[in-house]
Structure formats: C-alpha cells, structure tokens
C-alpha cells in the first residue's frame, strides 16, 4: 500500500541562521533563507487519512505569521477533519499540538515519555518549559480521560504501512513518522531534524544540532537512524525547513500552502 503525502503550512515565523543552529566547531551557517515553515502533514489512501500533528491555532500561534488553519487546509484536500480517525503527535511543542479540537472524531498517538515529559518535574525550569503551551498539555491529558490518546512505546503500526519511531533528542518523546508512497518511502523528520543542515550523526554529516535540544547524543543517534529509515537523503522531510515550500511541488497550483511529497523534490540549492 502506497499513500498520498501532503505538507500543509500553516504559518511562518521570523528566524535567523544563528537561531536554529547549536555553536559547532567548523560549521558555517546556510545562506538559505532560514524563516520556520510551520507544518502538518496529511496521508492518504483510499481507505483513510492520517494526520501527524495539528499545528497550533491562531490564538496560540506565539508571533507566527498564521496563513490558514490546518484543518482547513484538510478540507481542501476532500477530507472531513472531523473523519480522521488517527492523529500522530511527533511531540508536545505549541506549534505541534495546539489545534486538537479541530479533530473530534480522532485519537491521538503521544509518546509516554513525551507525556511524562511535558507533566513532570522538568517543568519546574522555565528554560525547559517555554516551548510548552500549559492549556495544549492539559487538552492532551483530558483527552487521555476520555479515551482518546494512546500511550506508545518504541516502534509501532499507525494504519497500514506507517509507522511511527522514537526520534529522541529535541524533546524526550519525540517521533518521527515512516510513509510508503509512490516515490519510496518517506520519513517526516518532524523536529527531529528541523532544516536540512541539522542533519548530525556519524561521520558523513556535516550539519549541526537545532539549538533546541534536550539531550544532544540522543539527537545524533535520532539523525542517524532517520537517514536509515528512509530510502534515501531526499525521503527524509526536516520539519520546518523552507526548502519544502520551495522544492516540494503544489498539489494545487493555485494554493502554496500545500505540497505534495510523494513526488520526486527539485534539486537543493546550494548554500
């Protein structure tokens, strides 16, 4: 089974290079533009649509320039946000779980160590806390009472060919997410690898870490494994990067908003 893949921008946000790469000895920051593309992402088959994360709405979108709705950006897509079954959240930052009741008939894939995480004592520490919206954590943990957010470990099936993987590094609990389409196999990094030159890991990379990291060695082992999980370095899709607006086809020529990555990208252009 293959699926269609789509990003679905919702935002953009003022970024300099300096912001979203941690100091690393020998390591020149890109001339590329380096504004954070925020995104969801959407696969579909004929049988059903996933969502991996929800985005933030406009109230809670902390400075972005907000250009649509994520669930909006579904229904152009001929979906019903209200028919999918099954969300991924890659982990519990504002920008990626803040849109939850744009979903009601969904339940929601969380990481249990991104849940105990985002509740537990590191919250006591500003520093550690401030990408965390307290009304989003709370949303999730009254989802959770209703019945409605699974608790996930490890490696596991969302539907049919995708699969979700511990992507450990920028948050605890962070996933990343593996969908079969019709160009190979394609991994959504999420912000486990937010732009393209925060690919880190082993010798042949020669990226540096987002500057917002938890644990810096698990974020290298996550960049390693998500370059193996994917069947090669363009079926890996950074989580924020402008390049997917830029490389990435439209799936409507009138609407910028949202790419197709199940197609082969445009070559990247050179720093």
Known sequence: MTYELYALRYG???RTAPENYAPTPGFRYPETDQSLHCFCWLAVSAERAVLI???ADEATARGLDYERNPADSVRRLGIDPAAITDVVLTHLHWDH???LGAFPGATFHVAR???AYATGPSMQHRFLRRPYDPANVCEVVALLHQGRVRLREGEYEVAPGITAHPAAGHTPGCQAVRVPTARGHVVLASDARHY???RVGGESAAGAPFAVVVRSDEYCDTSQRLDELADGPEHVVPGHDPAVS???PPADPADPLIR???VDPAP???R
């Open 12 to 14: 953009v946000g003022p």
């Open 113 to 115: 160590a991104e849940l």
């Open 97 to 99: 779980a803040g849109n």
């Open 53 to 55: 994360d929800v985005g």
């Open 268 to 270: 990247h252009r050179a």
């Open 246 to 248: 830029h490389r990435y």
């Open 260 to 262: 197709r990555l199940d």
């Open 196 to 198: 393209l030159d925060n």
